[in-house]
């Protein structure tokens, strides 16, 4: 079974378009993420929810937008999409110990490619 | 502020040989201290985490690493490595009372025949 799942895992598009990932988590964690790695591997945070609740809302243009509809579920869209919108996409989830983040496990990516 | 280095942009090491990828943190606290590998296509896994105790740490795949609360620093060592071993690997500390980890800007191995 796979922990977290995300689709599509290929997104190919114009600029200007508006698209949508999907995440999905199956291992009742409560906190969810989306990361953003660039073409030198470097990870940034974007956003996580808990309980469905907006916790981590990092500098991102209001172009993207999180929407946790459950625990196990956390999309992310996206408007007017640009050339520097291209890259990895990750969705991860994690438990909670002892008030800080535990191991975060990580979505197979979803990688854009903004023409 | 806390941060997390990983001094080392590529390494590259022979097939059969010993490994160490360096790792050092700034907290203020005694940190949650975590090693990822992400392999070409795919997405971070777990390769071991300390979080109290025993500050040399076992994880998955032959991996090992030592928490040096003096030096700052949680470097993760193999002593023989394989060609599967090629990937990109990332050092991150778990923060207190927030959900953010923090992530190192990776080490990329290569493992020549």
């Known amino acids: 079974d796979t922990a977290v799942s995300q689709t599509p895992k290929y997104l190919v598009t114009q600029m200007g378009n508006d698209k949508s990932i999907k995440c999905e988590q199956n291992?009742?964690?409560?906190?969810m993420y989306w990361y953003k790695q660039d073409s030198k591997k470097f990870l940034k945070i974007m956003f996580s929810?808990?309980?469905?609740?907006?916790?981590i809302n990092e500098t991102v243009p209001n172009r993207f937008s999180p929407k946790s509809p459950d625990k196990a579920h956390l999309n992310l869209h996206i408007n007017s999409l640009e050339l520097g919108d291209s890259a990895v996409y990750f969705c991860?989830?994690?438990?909670?110990?002892?008030?800080?983040?535990?191991?975060?496990?990580f979505g197979p990516g979803t990688r854009l490619t903004v023409l | 502020a806390q941060s997390v280095t990983q001094p080392d942009i590529h390494i590259t090491v022979s097939e059969g040989a010993s490994l160490e990828l360096r790792c050092n943190y700034s907290?203020?606290?005694?940190?949650?201290l975590f090693w990822y590998v992400q392999s070409p296509g795919q997405g971070l896994q777990l390769l071991l985490k300390y979080f109290s105790g025993d500050t040399l740490v076992q994880g998955i795949k032959g991996f090992e690493a030592e928490f040096k609360r003096s030096q700052s620093s949680f470097n993760l060592r193999k002593p023989s490595v394989h060609w599967s071993d090629a990937a990109e690997y990332f050092c991150a500390v778990g923060a207190t009372g927030g959900f953010k980890t923090i992530f190192g800007a990776g080490t990329r191995l290569f493992v020549k025949a």
């Open positions: 907290y203020g606290a005694t940190p949650y």
């Open positions: 291992l009742g964690h409560d906190t």
């Open positions: 991860a989830s994690s438990a909670r110990v002892s008030g800080r983040t535990d191991t975060q496990y």
């Open positions: 929810y808990n309980n469905k609740e907006l916790i």
